[in-house]
DNA sequence: AATGAATGAGTCTTCATTCAT
DNA sequence: AATGAATGAAGACTCATTCAT
């Protein structure tokens, strides 16, 4: 190796830097296992139950390696819940890039997406509400939060909205997320009913912010 | 002793209801006494990081006392959750016994009172999105929360909404519940900051509920 | 009262003779009821695993009235055990007071009591292995296995066993005792399985030390 | 290092193996100690009455490492018990491995053993009588017992038993269990005592089943 | 960088017993 | 004598995190 590094340096720096490469890519896409082990978990039980040990287990990494990623668990946890967000804004800046989407149909979508992904909800709630975050984390979140909000505002704008668009848009993102909380868990009600029901919801939210009610 | 049972049963019926009263009325009291520290403790900490041994510490009596009232802690919990709940359907129903109070007089109301007590948000999160409840303590949410919403919905109607008022009321109470979950820690602001811009929110709501917005 | 007491002494005397004797009757059949209730729940459950308050709840006394009755919960279970062991010797005497049982009828019936009584046994088995007990409570554990040792060897020796009649008692209650506690769980069986098992053995057994066998 | 590997895989792969051997033989000595700390305790108390701190401070090692091997108390508990299960088939065999040993010397052998491990005793009847046992667990019991029974059966035929070799081995695996419930602890008597007297009922019990007696 | 065994503070819960009424 | 609420020590078990290999 050292000959090597005398001989040629050049070449090598290049091998060098490929090797980072590799390794950046392969932390990277290790990483990227234990985050989706944990999705999986986290839809099958409440995020606060899963354990280290499960999740590495499911990711088929060690203990060790998790932490090798992540300073402790909650700092996992806030990794998945800032992808969802991530992967939220990355949706609607795609449903709005050609034609601006509708008030409705932006509704809809997040609903759906909280339908899909209640994790993400659980996370919000919990993260929003209770948990000892590190400075660090809870720049992150409030980051994240605020992207969020961008794009709401964003599709406000472009759907029309001329005045107090930011605090319609805190509104409106407060009366969507308000509509999960009030209807997760609705006694005797399948997924399916819920989904029906919460929809149902954000359409008449829509509506009310558009002005067509009551 | 048995002379005066003879002659006079009733007095010493009396008197044993008396004290069957009386038992009724200590063991109330004690466990109000339960409740309102385990309150005090939530104003303080995450009511989800809050121990049994704290709690009996904090009411003065034993650790076998609390599961003398509870079955478990989660019971507790719920319990206090539930007398939040009955104490909120109590002074709505307080505001609008003379006359009908507006909308605006309402959100604002549950609002101020969810900033009061943020406990009582961070367990209808909790209750509502994740934890196990038994059945018996599932049917109670579910009664409680109807009652809420019952409230809600004879404010609504009696504000003048006429049609709809059910589900309007379910995406009022949605829409409310929203601005905690979205705005509870804001960064860097002051509590004052906070219940301020959720008043505005709620006012904001209230108003495009009302149609007078947007 | 008292008044009574000056003129009429004697039949006073019989009264005060009488409502001891009443009392002690209503005491005696208490703890009877307390010593029943135990019995049946013991037929239900472990009897190491049943609590004071289930008996209390299921005698329809209070906990407190069987502390009235036995100093703590092992004086309640040794008193159950030597109520059993009482009954056995009770009824071993009543199976030989005319003619003299056979040795297998002994066994046979022994071994039937045993799997009638399964408690009886967990708590032999219990008390001679293991628990603390009190001097007084072993004194009266003594006693009474000597008292069922005593029926052995009388069997025994109505049997026509001269020599040796008292160690062979040993022996044989020995071999007795032991069929339970290697078949008591015997895996997969059925209750009735266990039960002519273990009667075949016990029918061994007595063969055996009749001479018959092997 | 990686020359190394595609030069010599072979070798590598000899001291990864080695590596996990001595992995496993790390695991199988720490596990003896908690084996070893558990019996050492169970000597001086009823095991009933052993807690997992007590037998982790006595092994020098932590609680959790006790769950690290054992996923619960009973477990070990049973491990122990399997381990002395184990030892005595092999003492068993040891005993007739070269000239098949009478019948006496086969009880004579049991009991003291018995005497000398009390625990094992306490145990057998403990599982054997009472115990939640997992089907795991059950199983695990089942088999010793029947491979206990089958060297004392092996060990009848050897003797000269030709018929009903079996359920004669049922019969006398019995008795001699037996011995030990009736006189464990017999009142006011030394260990020496006792130890004599349970020998005698053994010498008595093989007598029987050589048919020299009564 | 990966591993995973070790750690042990901390959790909830149980239950025999007491004692004031 | 009967009651049963109060007690609190004691128990089994969990699990995020560390660290030597």
Redesign the pocket.
Known sequence: MQTNQIENPGRNLLTKKRLEDL?QT??DS?RKIILDAALELFAVKDFR?????EISRHAG?????I???Y????ELFLDVFLNCAAEITQMLDNISSKTPASLEQLCEFYITYLNDNMTFYQMMSHFMLGGELSPDATQKLDEIMKELMNRLETALLSVGYKTNSRITAHALFSALNGIMISYARYPGKTDKDIRRHTLRLAEMIADVFSGKKP
Not at 49 to 53: E, K, N, P
């Open positions: 390794k392969e932390r290790r139950s899963v354990t280290v040990r990494v060690s203990i060790g390696t932490y090798n990623y300073p402790n668990l909650t």
